[in-house]
């Protein structure tokens, strides 16, 4: 019922900054909260940061300060804002949906971010 498409991953050094964005199509409800996750190599998957459609944030103690979440409602849309980049952020990055209106969670594919130290 959703599909989420990720775009802005790649290779940057530590330090350096990276936006991503996703893309939500399909039937898409409200109130509904979409969020950033990662997955790291040999790790599980971990919440980064999530935005409800109301514009509550939420962010994992790691990132807080570093990185900025925000969304347009308008068009579907979710960015991850990072900054400070650091080594220990390489992962691939998933966009995730997720409203009481119909099960989910409904994930994108991922985009690999790569910082180099």
């Known amino acids: 019922q959703v599909q989420l498409v990720e775009s802005g991953g790649g290779l940057v050094q530590a330090g350096g900054s990276l936006r991503l964005s996703c893309e939500a199509s399909?039937?898409?409800?409200?109130?509904?909260?979409m969020g950033w996750f990662r997955q790291a190599p040999g790790k599980q998957r971990e919440l980064v940061a999530t935005?409800?459609?109301?514009?509550?944030?939420n962010y994992t103690d790691s990132v807080k300060g570093r990185f900025t979440i925000s969304r347009d409602n308008a068009k579907n849309m979710v960015y991850l804002q990072m900054n400070s980049l650091k080594p220990e952020d390489t992962a691939v990055y998933y966009c995730?949906?997720?409203?009481?209106?119909?099960?989910?969670?409904?994930w994108g594919q991922g985009t690999q971010v790569t910082v180099s130290s």
């Open positions: 995730n949906f997720q409203t009481r209106w119909y099960p989910g969670p409904y």
């Open positions: 399909g039937i898409i409800f409200s109130p509904n909260t």
């Open positions: 935005i409800t459609s109301g514009g509550s944030t």
